[in-house]
C-alpha cells in the first residue's frame, strides 16, 4: 500500500511552495522597513523551554507536544531507563519560546541596548486534532521585539501586520482585530481570582475541563467551545474593571496610536489568548471568508516576563504570528489563484535524436546565460515536445533538426503570436555569452532579441 503524508499535514506542491516563498518574502519587505531582522532558531528545543515558557497548564504543552527522542535515548526509554532533562526535546509548537532563548542565550539585547527586532518563518507542530485551517505542521511567520515596553512597539507591530495582510490580499472588508490588555503580575491576580470566584458561582452550568483548570488558570474558560460554559462566561467580570493605572495607561497609548494610524479594531475584553505568557496587549485578527471554525489567522502580545522564564535578565518583549495555511485559505476564498509555478523561457525540441547532443549544449548555454530553458528528455516525438513546451509554459520553442544544423541554423517559434524564424546558432550562442549570468542586462532587452532571426 501506498504511504501518504502523516496526518495534518500538507504538501506544498509547486504552484503553492511558490506562493508560500512569496508570501514569507512579501512579509519580511514589509517587515524590514520597521527594522526586523531575520533570525533562524531550531525546529526542537529543549522540552523544559516550553514548559516554563509557554506555561504548563496550556494546551499546546500539556496536549499538544511532539517529543523529538534521539535513537540512542529511545533505546534507553524501551529499556525502562530514563533521559536528562537536557535530553527531552519537543518540536517547537510555537516560535516565541526559541527565539527569546536565543536573545537571552547571545546576549542579543545587553543592558541599555536598541531593542532587538526580530523576524522568522517556518513549520510549528501541535498535535491537535486535525481540520480545516488546524495542521499538526503548519507554517507561521512572525516577529519578536525584545528591550522595551513602550505602547509605540505594540501599535507598530500591529499596524505592519495589518499592512502585511492587505498586501498579500487577505480580503480586510471581512477581516477582524480584536484587542484586549491581560494586564500585569500586579493586576490580573485579583482578576483571576475574581474570575475563579464567579466560576465556582456559577459551576453546575460549567464544564468539568473547565471547572478543573478553574484552580490553575481560570481564564481558559473565556475559550471553551462549550455552550453553557459560553453563556456563563459572558457574564463574567471583565479585566478592564481590574488593569491597574499603568496597564490601563499602555492599553490606552495602544489603541490612540492605532486611532492615528486608521486602523479599526473591536475591544474585546474576552481575548485572553492560550499561551500563558502574556501581560498587557493581546490581539487576534479574525477572518470569516472561506475559514471553519479556525477562523484566527494571525495574533499575539505583549510578554513582559518571559525573558525572566527562561533564565535572562527582565527584558520586556513584544511580538505575534499569523498562519500561513489559514492566510491562504482567506485569500483562495476572495478568489485569488495561486500564480503558475510554471515558467519557461525557451523549450529547445529535436527533431531526431542525432541533433541531441546540439539541443542539450544549446540549453544549457541558455541557463548558463540566466534564462529558463528545458527539453525533453524521454525522446518523445516533435508534436508531443511541443505540448510540453505548451505544458510548462514556454514563450518560444527552438527546432533543431538534421538540416536546420547542416546550416548552422535554428528555427525558433514564438508560442503566442505562431511566428516562426531561422536564427544562426553561432549567433544566438555568441550573444548568450554576452549575458554572463545577468539576464536580459547590458543592450539585451529580452530573450527575444537573442532569438532575433529572419521571418
Ligand atoms: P498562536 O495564536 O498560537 O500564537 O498562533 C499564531 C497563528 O498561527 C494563529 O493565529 C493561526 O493562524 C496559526 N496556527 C496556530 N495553530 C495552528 C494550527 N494547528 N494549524 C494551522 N495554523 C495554526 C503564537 O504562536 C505566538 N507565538 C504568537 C506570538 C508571537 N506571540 C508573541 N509573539
Known amino acids: 500500500m501506498a504511504i501518504n503524508s502523516p496526518e495534518g499535514t500538507r504538501d506544498l506542491l509547486p504552484d503553492e511552495a511558490k506562493f508560500w516563498a512569496h508570501f514569507r518574502d512579501t512579509a519580511f519587505g514589509i517587515f ?5 531582522q531575520p533570525i533562524e532558531t531550531p525546529l526542537f528545543e529543549q522540552t523544559d523551554l516550553f514548559v516554563r515558557g509557554i506555561g504548563q497548564a496550556t494546551d499546546v504543552v500539556s496536549k499538544e507536544m511532539f517529543t523529538a527522542i534521539s535513537g540512542e535515548n529511545f533505546k534507553r526509554v524501551m529499556e525502562g531507563g530514563t533521559i536528562k532533562a537536557k535530553s527531552r526535546l519537543s518540536l517547537r509548537p510555537e516560535g516565541t519560546a526559541g527565539v527569546v532563548r536565543a536573545v537571552v542565550q547571545h546576549d542579543l539585547v545587553p543592558q541599555g541596548a536598541a531593542p532587538a527586532k526580530l523576524m522568522y518563518a517556518g513549520p510549528m507542530f501541535r498535535a491537535e486534532r486535525p481540520q480545516k485551517g488546524r495542521q499538526r505542521m503548519f507554517n507561521q511567520v512572525g516577529i519578536e521585539c525584545l528591550g522595551a515596553e513602550d505602547p509605540s512597539v505594540d501599535a507598530e507591530g500591529i499596524i505592519m501586520l495589518m499592512r502585511f495582510y492587505a498586501a498579500i490580499g487577505v480580503p480586510m472588508d471581512a477581516t477582524r482585530l480584536l484587542v484586549n490588555s491581560m494586564g500585569c503580575e500586579q493586576c490580573r491576580p485579583k482578576y483571576r481570582e475574581a474570575v475563579r470566584e ?31 460554559c459560553a453563556e456563563v462566561m459572558e457574564g463574567a467580570p471583565k479585566i478592564s474593571d481590574y488593569l491597574c493605572d499603568d496597564c490601563r495607561e499602555h492599553y490606552q497609548a495602544v489603541k490612540t496610536y492605532l486611532d492615528g494610524a486608521g486602523i479599526s479594531y473591536i475591544e474585546d475584553p474576552t ?45 520586556p518583549g513584544f511580538g505575534f504570528a499569523l498562519g500561513y495555511e489559514r492566510c491562504a485559505l482567506a485569500i483562495q476564498a476572495a478568489g485569488q489563484a495561486f500564480p503558475s509555478a510554471q515558467h519557461c523561457d525557451i523549450f529547445v525540441a529535436c527533431v531526431d535524436d542525432s541533433v541531441r547532443a546540439e539541443a542539450f549544449s544549446l540549453v544549457q548555454a541558455c541557463r548558463d546565460a540566466g534564462v529558463t530553458a528545458e527539453m525533453d528528455h524521454q525522446h518523445r516525438s516533435l508534436k508531443s515536445q511541443f505540448k510540453l513546451a505548451d505544458k510548462v509554459g514556454s514563450r518560444m520553442v527552438a527546432v533543431l533538426g538534421p538540416d536546420e544544423l547542416a546550416a548552422g541554423e535554428v528555427k525558433v517559434r514564438n508560442m503566442s503570436t505562431h511566428h516562426e524564424r531561422l536564427v544562426k546558432l553561432d549567433q544566438a550562442k555568441a550573444l548568450l555569452a554576452q549575458f554572463g549570468g545577468e539576464p536580459f542586462g547590458g543592450a539585451h532587452a529580452s530573450i527575444e532579441d537573442v532569438f532575433a532571426g529572419e521571418e
Open 198 to 228: 464567579y466560576m465556582n458561582a456559577h459551576a453546575e452550568h460549567m464544564c468539568e475541563e473547565c471547572m478543573r483548570r478553574a484552580e490553575i488558570n481560570p481564564l481558559r474558560a473565556f475559550d471553551c467551545k462549550n455552550p453553557g
Open 271 to 315: 481575548l485572553v489568548r492560550g499561551l500563558d505568557y502574556y501581560t498587557r496587549t493581546v490581539f487576534e485578527v479574525q477572518v470569516d471568508q472561506g475559514m471553519g471554525s479556525q477562523n484566527a489567522i494571525g495574533g499575539g502580545g505583549r510578554y513582559d516576563k518571559l525573558a525572566e522564564e527562561v533564565g535572562g535578565r527582565p527584558t
Open 32 to 36: 524590514a522597513r520597521y527594522g526586523y
